[in-house]
């Protein structure tokens, strides 16, 4: 499709093998679409699956969305992206960003204060390793002197998963773009893609790239595939980050936001997306529970034929 990149996310389910995660990124690739997304829930390392599917392919885009930056320090962070996108070819886009207060203080017992603070930083040290392969930084959180040489690795690519104001400036500032979900088009062309270009003009770097995480699913039953898809995506509402953004949308719910319909319908909004300034589309296929013949893979058909147009 013109204008923007078609990707697919690859799920775990916790239950699957080594070969059968890299056999859903080799499958994607076979498929012609130009990403497969990995997420970072709580089964698989998202790094050393990239790595992985990196080594078994020539051609696809492999990321991550997102990444927790909180749970490594960020040079390690750096070390093993770089080293993850040369087991890619230079294939490997970074998605990270700071989680919820849920996850880091309840679950890990860590401090979420002042996220835009830590990602800053965090940040601060990553960008200097792989445009610089050294770094020499002062922080309040982080106090980092070291160099880093990845054959291959360096520089790598970064998209934030910060949708608040600051988190669009450093995604132009320091990264080169940024990745969201739960976030409609007109939220994603009026604040998301258009702050954290004009960040990134105002630094001087390229134009960043924008990649909109939505729910999709091909199918004529409209009505029921939203009830499903508000009670899959409930938890996301619930979320502060990812309410703001339903709330600048409009909505009341993430199933409101999910993209869902004919064939028509669903081309109509991804180039929606793309001139919204998305310029990658992650596609998160709603599992099959409305359609009795298959709509999931009907939505991969459909979504594989898009991206090789």
Not at 7 to 23: M, Q, T
Not at 68 to 80: E, F, N
Not at 164 to 175: D, I, S, T
Not at 211 to 227: C, D, K, M
Request: net charge negative.
């Amino acid at each position: 499709m013109k204008d923007i990149r078609i990707g697919i996310g690859c799920g775990d389910n916790g239950s699957e093998s080594v070969d059968e995660l890299v056999g859903k990124v080799k499958a994607a690739e076979a498929a012609g679409f130009q990403a497969a997304w990995i997420p970072s829930f709580f089964q698989f390392d998202c790094l050393t699956w990239a790595a992985l599917a990196g080594r078994e392919t020539e051609r696809i885009e492999i990321g991550t969305a997102v990444a927790v930056s909180h749970s490594r320090h960020p040079y390690y962070m750096a070390q093993q992206v770089a080293s993850t996108n040369a087991a890619c070819g230079g294939r490997f886009i970074f998605g990270v960003g700071p989680s919820h207060q849920v996850v880091i203080e309840n679950m890990l017992g860590l401090s979420y204060d002042k996220p835009g603070r830590h990602i800053r930083e965090y940040l601060e040290v990553m960008s200097a390793l792989s445009e610089e392969g050294k770094v020499g930084f002062q922080g309040d959180v982080y106090q980092v002197n070291a160099t880093l040489k990845v054959a291959g690795g360096t520089p790598f690519t970064t998209v934030i998963g910060g949708l608040g104001p600051m988190m669009r400036k450093l995604a132009g500032r320091l990264a080169q773009g940024s990745i969201t979900w739960m976030t409609g088009p007109k939220t994603l062309e009026t604040r998301i893609a258009a702050d954290v270009s004009a960040a990134a003009s105002a630094a001087g770097r390229p134009a960043p790239r924008i990649v909109g995480g939505f729910p999709i699913v091909l199918t004529n039953e409209v009505e029921s595939a939203r009830t499903l898809a508000g009670k899959l995506f409930a938890m996301y509402g619930t979320l502060p980050s990812y309410r703001a953004m339903l709330d600048e949308e409009g909505l009341e719910g993430p199933g409101e936001i999910a993209m869902i319909g004919d064939e028509k319908t669903l081309e109509a909004g991804i180039q929606q997306l793309a001139s919204a300034g998305v310029t990658d589309f992650n596609a998160n296929v709603i599992p099959d529970g409305v359609d009795r013949d298959g709509s999931m893979q009907r939505t991969h058909d459909f979504l594989a034929d898009l991206a090789k147009r």
